[in-house]
């Protein structure tokens, strides 16, 4: 099994001490952090369907998750540039109600290597929490909002609803994966974006 076949591997079952180590040992053999981070992405979707299949439960989604979460850190310096910001700071969450923010992570990290700084209001974000830290924060040109469930989606509507209704002169992007692009204009989203690395190109044009 290769390195990166590893990492996949212990993310999937959750190995949250061993996974730090293995990515390492993956970029020291030559991988590149974007092909590790693939791997850890594309063993979220094994969890993901075997929780589907019920096969497994929660708590098997939520290690793994922490497991992955234990692997990005390793290679966040990597991927995330120099973080000098120009661009105004981006306020990101994920919706209330909804607690997945690997995803989101990913987003706000990208978005940070993209020249924003990046305000993270964390998880389960209600509509007026998003418009109160574009209030606080000094020069917030972008709102960033993550769902990741069908049943969350009405609270994507509500977040962009309420901050465009708030007068503030800000642009919103949206993306998680059960977002559309016809989704994401119905709502009156300034952008979409399907993916960490596209919502960092977004957002830097739609703020420009
Ligand atoms: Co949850 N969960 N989960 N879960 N979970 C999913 C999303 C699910 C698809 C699993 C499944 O059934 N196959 C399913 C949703 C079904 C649906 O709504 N259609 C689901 C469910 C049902 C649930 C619960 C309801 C389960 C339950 O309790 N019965 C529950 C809900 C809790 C809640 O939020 N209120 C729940 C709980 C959890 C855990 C807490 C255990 C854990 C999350 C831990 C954490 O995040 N810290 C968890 C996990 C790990 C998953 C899966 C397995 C993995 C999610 C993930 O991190 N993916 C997931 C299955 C799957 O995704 N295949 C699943 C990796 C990540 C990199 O991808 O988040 O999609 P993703 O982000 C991508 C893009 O979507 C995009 O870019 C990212 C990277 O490129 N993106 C954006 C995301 N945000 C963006 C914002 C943007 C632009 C792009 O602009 C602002």
Redesign the pocket.
């Known amino acids: 099994m290769s390195k990166i076949e590893d990492v996949k591997a212990k993310v999937e079952i959750g190995k949250s001490k061993l996974v730090p180590g293995l990515v390492q040992e993956a970029l020291d053999e030559g991988n590149k952090p974007e092909d590790i981070l693939q791997a850890?992405?594309d063993s979220?979707?094994v969890?993901?369907?075997k929780?589907?299949a019920g096969e497994i439960f929660?708590?098997e989604?939520?290690i793994?998750?922490?497991a992955?979460?234990k692997g990005v850190d390793v290679l966040r310096p990597l991927l995330a540039g120099d973080g000098a910001s120009s661009l105004g700071t981006c306020v990101?969450g994920?919706v209330a109600?909804?607690?997945?923010?690997?995803?989101?992570n990913?987003?706000a990290m990208m978005i940070e290597s993209a020249g924003f700084t990046v305000v993270d209001l964390g998880?389960?974000v209600p509509a007026d929490k998003f418009v109160a830290a574009i209030k606080e924060n000094e020069n917030v040109t972008l709102v960033?909002?993550?769902?990741?469930?069908?049943?969350?989606m009405p609270a994507l509507k509500e977040a962009v609803a309420t901050i465009k209704a708030s007068g503030l002169n800000v642009k919103v992007?949206?993306?998680?994966?059960?977002?559309t692009p016809e989704y994401a204009a119905e709502i009156g989203a300034d952008?979409?974006?399907?993916?960490?690395?596209?919502?960092a190109v977004?957002a830097k044009e739609i703020v420009a």
């Open positions: 850890m992405v979220m979707s969890v993901g369907e929780f589907s929660v708590p989604m939520l793994a998750a922490k992955m979460s990101i994920t109600g909804d607690l997945h923010d690997i995803g989101k990913l987003v998880v389960d960033a909002c993550s769902g990741l469930l069908t049943t969350t992007i949206v993306g998680g994966a059960p977002v952008a979409y974006a399907p993916d960490a690395g596209s919502a977004k």
